[in-house]
């Protein structure tokens, strides 16, 4: 006897929610206890916050010093240099001693004082899984890594044998299985709810809305995402939903498309097989085609 | 990866109908069994009275139930439903602790969305309904961002925290019955 599967439990600072069916009842609880399982451990390495995190121990390592990090790190970290290459440093892992400046992050505790000048490209992934930072500056995988949690996560279901489901962790949702599935997103601002967007099979959806999280800071709008090339902050007014293949893509070309300018955005999409949709307050939904 | 927009161009959110909205995961007996796979029995125990919902500073119509997970050797753990109201949803779940007092999990049990939560039924939703009789693509589940902006797990936190008090202050102490 199988049947659907639904839990949502804690993690990565929000609730994830997994979908499990094709598997008989026990096993599907076993399936999403190892998927949240990993999120967990996705989320311990590549914490800002925890001291013993990955990024923590890069943070405090001194400059030029190759530090061992967890394997999964190491695939994170690779992805986001070369997101951030090839956007030209709008997507940038090391705009987080903005977002600290900001308030959007806390200052990590017992680490050396950034240097303002450094960006991604003293950011080094050594072949030995070690990673290695020209600069002292500080990491933020907030932009990727809860994409990639979830994409591990839908890894560890599919290794239990889950034929389809979803892993949702609000914003970045992942589905897999021969059926294409309904995805609503959520509408923030003044009037709130769920739209129904998009069919999809086998694929990822990230969506980054400035409005629900953005602050007013010296009578201006001000919020979490910001151009890592200019290093000032993107608009608050819209919502970005990305297609991908990957939900790390999604979740990284989620803030590309938010931040960069269009081409450079409609090239990105391209190259990785990716569509977005972009919504604004004057002008509605607008496709954002490659 | 299959991707179908639902979304024309230029569309508008004007002459939208809300819609209800409720997700059930589990059962309070499913939450048991996967916090408590030995357990043999779950055996109700006395919710908190009035005086120790003040001392805990509970909302007014704070209600947890508190169920003992007993297997063969005597008592696991503790299984506790409580529910929590967020901005604009209630969430009901459950914290399992072992008989320490430590937390082994914490399970959304249902979550529904008392205002903010609708599904906005667009014109172009009704032509693409008919669409899917013709299409191969079958569907049949809806999956929601539930979690997004507004479900905060704070709220979720603060529940929690408030379960572990009233730990401390009545369960820790609770002899095990025979």
Known sequence: MSAVVRRARPALGTLIEFRVAGLAAAAAQAAIDAAHAEVLAVHRAMSFHAPDSDLSRLHRAAPGTPVAVDPRTHEVLTAARRLAAASDG?????????LVARGFLPAPRSSRPPDPEADWRDLELLDDGCVRLRRPLWLDLGGIAKGYAVDRAV??????????????????????????????LRLDGPAPGFVPVLELGDGAVAGSAGLASRRRRRGRWCGPHLDGR???GVRTDVSVSVVAASCLLADALTKIVLAADRRTARRLLAEHGAQAIWHDPHRGWRRFEA | ??????????????????????TQYLSVEQAGRAAFPQATEFRAHAAPDAATAARLGAPPDWAPRVLEARGAGGRLGWLIVDQVLGKSELIRYALALDAAGA???LEVLDYRESHGGEVRLAPWRAQFVGKTARDPVVL?????NISGATLSCRHLTDGVRRLLQLYNATLREAPEAP
């Not at chain 1, 709008?90 to 903005?98: L, Q």
């Not at chain 2, 939208?16 to 409720?22: H, I, Q, S, T, V």
């Open chain 2, 103 to 105: 937390v082994r999990s």
């Open chain 1, 155 to 184: 890894a560890l279901l599919r290794a239990h044998g889950a034929q389809q489901g979803s892993v949702n962790a609000g914003g970045d949702l992942r589905v897999f299985g021969p059926r294409a599935e309904l995805v609503h």
């Open chain 2, 140 to 144: 049949n589940q809806d999956i929601r």
């Open chain 1, 230 to 232: 200019r290093r000032r």
């Open chain 1, 90 to 98: 709008c997507f940038d892992p090391t705009v987080a001693t903005r």
């Open chain 2, 1 to 22: 990866m299959h991707v179908r927009w639902l979304i024309p161009a230029g569309a508008g959110l004007a002459a939208l109908a809300p819609a209800a909205y409720a």
